[in-house]
């Protein structure tokens, strides 16, 4: 079976994430971790407190509902939300700025366990941009 598919830089994000970090859905959803915090040590710059790298928050079932990463000063870099339906599928990102605001939000639509639609709308919730996903079948 081919199927033709883009994947989203997001998904890109949550696979990578998990792989970097190390710990599966189904370790963090076993030991019913609910949140990650990663501590950085800047020892070559004198800084030899922890500083947060990192803050990765969790759902009932092991998959990340929010992702915070910061720079050395403490400033948010990164703030991402994540939103599941009952399959485990990813059908909403919510991309933030550093106090919170939403600033982009995208949507997947899905059809048979496949995601047939994405929709990228604008900090105001206008809808700027749509994918269509299509699969070829043997």
């Known amino acids: 079976m081919k199927i033709?598919?883009?994947v989203p830089a997001g998904i890109i994000l949550l696979f990578m994430t998990g792989m970097i970090h190390g710990q599966s859905s189904?370790?963090?959803r076993e030991k019913g971790i609910?949140?990650?915090t990663v501590h950085e040590y800047f020892l070559e710059e004198g800084i030899?407190?922890?500083v947060v790298e990192l803050i990765e928050?969790?759902?009932e079932e092991g998959e990340i509902i929010e992702i915070q990463e910061f720079n050395k000063l403490g400033e948010v870099q990164l703030w991402e939300k994540y939103v599941y339906d009952e399959e485990g599928n990813l059908v909403e990102e919510i991309f933030l700025d550093e106090k919170g605001k939403v600033t982009r939000t995208e949507k997947s639509i899905y059809k048979?366990?496949?995601r047939f639609e994405k929709q990228f709308f604008d900090e105001r919730g206008r809808l700027?941009?749509?994918k269509e996903y299509l699969y070829e079948y043997r």
């Open 4 to 6: 033709k598919m883009i």
């Open 34 to 36: 609910i949140q990650q």
């Open 128 to 130: 700027f941009k749509k």
């Open 48 to 50: 030899d407190e922890p």
């Open 112 to 114: 048979d366990g496949l």
């Open 57 to 59: 928050k969790y759902n």
């Open 26 to 28: 189904k370790k963090i």
